[in-house]
């Protein structure tokens, strides 16, 4: 903590007042980018289109010698495009968390100790919660819930603080805002206590409709899950759903996912497992032929095998169960 944070309110709202008056200055905006192991300033400003030369001023060095995790400036101008990274200068006291392979959001959360909702606010644009790729940079902000919402040009702070509903004081602490040149285009300001309620019911739509079944191939469905009669008195509980296809017609995954098994696995045949987020698992059984490996992410519809009539089996069909917490579900109640 600075001393800058710790002015006495007088101060702090005398200088909001200050603020609120007189508009924004101008100044170039700025990307942020993690320097990968054996990259270079030169790499950089190639990755950009920029010169090198633009790339050490916005860093105001004149050394070349820059080292992995480093996180540098990237000027974004005409040359750029206004291209990629759009987070700059995030306020004072956030963090920078790469997402790491098997990572989820609510790991993250844990480790910082910070609530999804918080996570949501500091990285409203997120497109997903659940199928990140690995590298992806999140925001972690310092504690409470709130928003931020990039600084731009011409905007009217006292206008902007209105329209969320934040507290100017809060957010003129946040931010450790002094004097009206501490505002500069494309900056992000924290908005304490600001619920990114429009962010996480976008995320929650998202996330509904990424949980969703799809069918793994098309045809007749031979048999439903649930008890059925074997005849000679005999019963035994399906647990899945067969739809018969011809043999060889390409088997989809249902949801994307990671492949937890595939290969031989007795009465099912060579056999598929998908876990997806959540810990929910598909199982597509009874395959000619498998095309997918063990550990390998699938998207869902991507290909991950032929229908057959490996196991036991009467004829091509596929077994297709969904399990939630080691149990089969009806698949017919959760496909779309
Ligand atoms: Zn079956």
């Given amino acids: 903590m600075s001393e800058q944070g710790q002015l006495p309110q007088r101060t702090s709202v005398f200088v909001l007042l200050w603020f609120l008056l007189i508009p924004a200055a101008s100044a170039e905006g ?16 190639s990755m950009y289109n920029l010169p090198v030369d633009a790339v050490l001023e916005a860093n105001g060095t004149q050394s070349v010698v820059v080292h992995p995790g480093d996180l540098i400036r990237v000027p974004l101008g005409e040359a750029t495009g206004g291209y990629a990274l759009p987070a700059p200068e995030p306020p004072p006291g956030f963090k920078l968390h790469v997402l790491q392979s098997g990572e989820t959001l609510s790991a993250i959360t844990e480790r910082y100790g910070i609530s999804m909702e918080s996570l949501v606010g500091a990285n409203p644009d997120l497109s997903s919660l659940d199928r990140l790729p690995v590298g992806v940079e ?13 600084w731009e040009q011409g905007l009217d702070l006292a206008g902007l603080i209105h329209h969320y509903g934040a507290d100017p004081v809060d957010v003129v602490r946040a931010n450790r805002l002094h004097t009206p040149n501490d505002l500069k285009p494309g900056m992000l300001l924290w908005l304490p206590g600001v619920e990114p309620t429009a962010a996480l019911e976008r995320l929650a739509k998202v996330r509904e409709l990424e949980n969703m079944y799809v069918w793994p191939v098309h045809g007749r469905i031979t048999s439903y899950f649930g008890r059925r009669n074997l005849g000679m008195g005999t019963s035994n509980f399906h647990r899945g759903l067969d739809i018969a296809a011809p043999t060889g017609t390409p088997i989809v995954a249902s949801r994307s996912g990671t492949v937890s098994f595939a290969g031989w696995s007795g009465s099912y045949g060579y056999l598929v497992r998908i876990r997806h987020a959540g810990g929910d698992e598909t199982w597509y059984a009874h395959q000619s032929q498998i095309l997918t490996s063990n550990g390998a992410w699938v998207d869902q519809n991507e290909v991950i095998g032929r229908i057959g009539s490996t196991g036991l089996s009467t004829g091509p069909h596929i077994h297709f169960e ?7 579900l009806n698949p017919l109640s959760e496909l779309r």
């Fill in 322 to 328: 969904i399990r939630r917490n080691g149990t089969a």
């Fill in 138 to 150: 999140l925001l972690i902000p310092p504690a409470g819930t709130g928003l931020l919402v990039p």
């Fill in 30 to 45: 700025f990307a942020l980018h993690t320097i990968q192991p054996g990259e270079t300033y030169a790499d950089v400003a």
